[in-house]
Nanobody, 126 residues
Framework: QVQLVESGGGLVQAGGSLRLSCAAS????????MGWFRQAPGKEREFVAA????????NYIDSVKGRFTISRDNAKNMVYLQMSDLKPEDTAVYYC???????????????????WGQGTQVTVSS
């Protein structure tokens, strides 16, 4: 089993920045891709970003490209989401997820991730 714990959420004004962190523990050796998803009130969960085990491959939803950066530190079992130029429409609960499938074709599909964190709230005020 793998446990994921997110932190770093909060309230920020539009145009501001936040960095989300996700700490992984347990049987992490089998984890390949890690991702961030978000769910706004009344909306379905959506993919935000993902990163490969090596960190060499990243994938982003179009609405956050150029504003968000995903990274990971395997030595510390951490994955990060640096968010800049935040907009009110970025308000959501952000979830960290981890999976063990090969390749990167599955990154955008939440159902392919085996492990999820409990989520951290990000609120962007206008």
């Amino acid at each position: 089993q793998v446990q994921l714990v997110e932190s770093g959420g909060g309230l920020v004004q539009a145009g501001g920045s936040l960095r989300l962190s996700c700490a992984a523990s347990g049987r992490t050796f089998g984890i390949s891709g890690m991702g961030w998803f978000r769910q706004a009130p009344g909306k379905e969960r959506e993919f935000v970003a993902a990163v490969s085990r090596s960190g060499g491959t990243t994938n982003y939803i179009d609405s956050v490209k150029g504003r968000f950066t995903i990274s990971r530190d395997n030595a510390k079992n951490m994955v990060y989401l640096q968010m800049s130029d935040l907009k009110p429409e970025d308000t959501a609960v952000y979830y960290c997820a981890a999976g063990s499938l090969p390749g990167n074709w599955w990154y955008r599909f939440g159902g392919k991730y085996a492990y999820w964190g409990q989520g951290t709230q990000v609120t962007v005020s206008s």
